[in-house]
Protein backbone atom coordinates (compact mmCIF):
# COMPACT_ATOMS: atom_id res chain seq x y z
CA UNK A 1 0.00 0.00 0.00
CA UNK A 2 0.81 3.68 -0.42
CA UNK A 3 0.13 6.67 1.47
CA UNK A 4 0.29 10.18 0.78
CA UNK A 5 0.22 12.69 3.58
CA UNK A 6 0.12 16.46 3.86
CA UNK A 7 0.74 18.72 6.52
CA UNK A 8 1.27 22.52 6.80
CA UNK A 9 -1.75 24.03 6.32
CA UNK A 10 -3.04 26.87 9.11
CA UNK A 11 -4.49 29.98 9.00
CA UNK A 12 -2.75 33.56 8.10
CA UNK A 13 -2.88 37.04 7.16
CA UNK A 14 -3.55 38.21 3.35
CA UNK A 15 0.67 38.40 2.21
CA UNK A 16 1.80 36.03 4.67
CA UNK A 17 3.57 32.62 3.69
CA UNK A 18 3.14 28.97 4.45
CA UNK A 19 4.91 26.00 3.66
CA UNK A 20 3.06 22.71 3.22
CA UNK A 21 4.89 19.56 3.01
CA UNK A 22 3.33 16.12 1.77
CA UNK A 23 5.43 12.81 2.52
CA UNK A 24 4.60 9.61 0.12
CA UNK A 25 5.13 6.66 1.71
CA UNK A 26 4.77 2.66 1.82
CA UNK A 27 5.35 0.05 -0.53
CA UNK A 28 7.17 2.66 -3.77
CA UNK A 29 9.56 1.71 -6.23
CA UNK A 30 9.39 5.19 -7.66
CA UNK A 31 7.06 8.10 -7.61
CA UNK A 32 6.96 9.62 -11.16
CA UNK A 33 5.35 13.51 -10.81
CA UNK A 34 3.83 14.55 -7.96
CA UNK A 35 1.37 17.32 -7.77
CA UNK A 36 -0.31 19.86 -5.20
CA UNK A 37 -4.22 20.69 -6.13
CA UNK A 38 -6.68 22.72 -4.04
CA UNK A 39 -10.50 22.80 -3.68
CA UNK A 40 -12.33 25.78 -2.33
CA UNK A 41 -15.63 25.69 -0.69
CA UNK A 42 -18.12 24.98 -4.17
CA UNK A 43 -15.43 24.86 -6.85
CA UNK A 44 -13.78 22.21 -8.62
CA UNK A 45 -10.71 21.10 -7.91
CA UNK A 46 -7.95 22.75 -9.60
CA UNK A 47 -4.25 21.62 -10.10
CA UNK A 48 -1.39 24.16 -8.60
CA UNK A 49 1.54 22.84 -9.63
CA UNK A 50 3.70 20.35 -11.25
CA UNK A 51 7.03 18.59 -10.70
CA UNK A 52 8.81 15.48 -12.44
CA UNK A 53 10.85 13.16 -11.28
CA UNK A 54 13.88 14.72 -13.04
CA UNK A 55 12.65 18.47 -11.99
CA UNK A 56 10.45 19.79 -14.59
CA UNK A 57 7.77 22.04 -13.03
CA UNK A 58 4.74 23.63 -14.30
CA UNK A 59 2.53 26.26 -12.44
CA UNK A 60 -0.83 27.36 -12.76
CA UNK A 61 -1.19 30.95 -13.83
CA UNK A 62 -3.35 31.80 -10.42
CA UNK A 63 0.31 31.07 -8.39
CA UNK A 64 3.04 32.00 -10.65
CA UNK A 65 5.50 34.37 -9.22
CA UNK A 66 3.89 33.33 -5.64
CA UNK A 67 4.24 29.67 -5.16
CA UNK A 68 7.41 27.55 -5.49
CA UNK A 69 7.21 24.00 -5.56
CA UNK A 70 9.99 21.39 -5.01
CA UNK A 71 10.87 17.75 -4.03
CA UNK A 72 13.37 15.55 -2.24
CA UNK A 73 13.29 12.59 -4.25
CA UNK A 74 15.60 10.77 -1.63
CA UNK A 75 12.24 11.10 0.91
CA UNK A 76 9.75 10.83 -1.47
CA UNK A 77 8.68 14.50 -0.32
CA UNK A 78 7.05 17.36 -2.15
CA UNK A 79 7.08 21.05 -1.06
CA UNK A 80 4.62 24.33 -1.69
CA UNK A 81 6.17 27.31 -0.27
CA UNK A 82 3.77 29.40 -0.49
CA UNK A 83 4.12 33.72 -0.18
CA UNK A 84 2.08 36.53 -1.10
CA UNK A 85 -1.00 34.63 0.18
CA UNK A 86 -4.36 36.14 -0.86
CA UNK A 87 -7.62 35.39 0.69
CA UNK A 88 -8.51 33.83 -2.95
CA UNK A 89 -5.57 31.18 -2.57
CA UNK A 90 -8.05 29.69 0.92
CA UNK A 91 -8.74 25.86 -0.35
CA UNK A 92 -7.90 22.68 1.24
CA UNK A 93 -4.86 21.69 -0.62
CA UNK A 94 -4.22 18.30 -1.76
CA UNK A 95 -0.85 16.27 -3.01
CA UNK A 96 -0.90 14.14 -5.68
CA UNK A 97 1.85 11.38 -6.36
CA UNK A 98 1.95 9.19 -9.70
CA UNK A 99 3.57 5.75 -8.23
CA UNK A 100 4.77 2.62 -9.66
CA UNK A 101 4.13 0.18 -6.33
CA UNK A 102 7.02 -2.15 -5.69
CA UNK A 103 4.45 -5.40 -6.91
CA UNK A 104 3.60 -3.66 -10.16
CA UNK A 105 6.51 -1.71 -11.29
CA UNK A 106 5.44 -1.54 -14.99
CA UNK A 107 2.09 0.31 -14.23
CA UNK A 108 1.25 4.26 -12.80
CA UNK A 109 -1.34 4.63 -9.77
CA UNK A 110 -2.38 7.95 -8.76
CA UNK A 111 -2.50 8.24 -4.98
CA UNK A 112 -4.14 11.62 -2.91
CA UNK A 113 -3.99 12.86 0.63
CA UNK A 114 -6.68 13.69 2.88
CA UNK A 115 -5.57 17.47 2.06
CA UNK A 116 -4.80 20.19 4.50
CA UNK A 117 -6.95 23.43 4.95
CA UNK A 118 -4.95 26.99 4.19
CA UNK A 119 -6.92 30.10 5.15
CA UNK A 120 -6.09 33.05 4.35
CA UNK A 121 -7.50 36.16 6.18
CA UNK A 122 -8.41 39.82 4.71
Known amino acids: QVQVVESGGGLVQAGGSLRLSCAAS????????MYWYRQAPGKQRDVVAG???????NYADFVKGRFTISRDNAKNTLYLQMNSLKPDDTAVYYC????????????????WGQGTQVTVSS
Open 96 to 111: NAIVRPLNHRSSEYSY
Open 26 to 33: GSIFSINA
Open 51 to 57: ITSSGSI
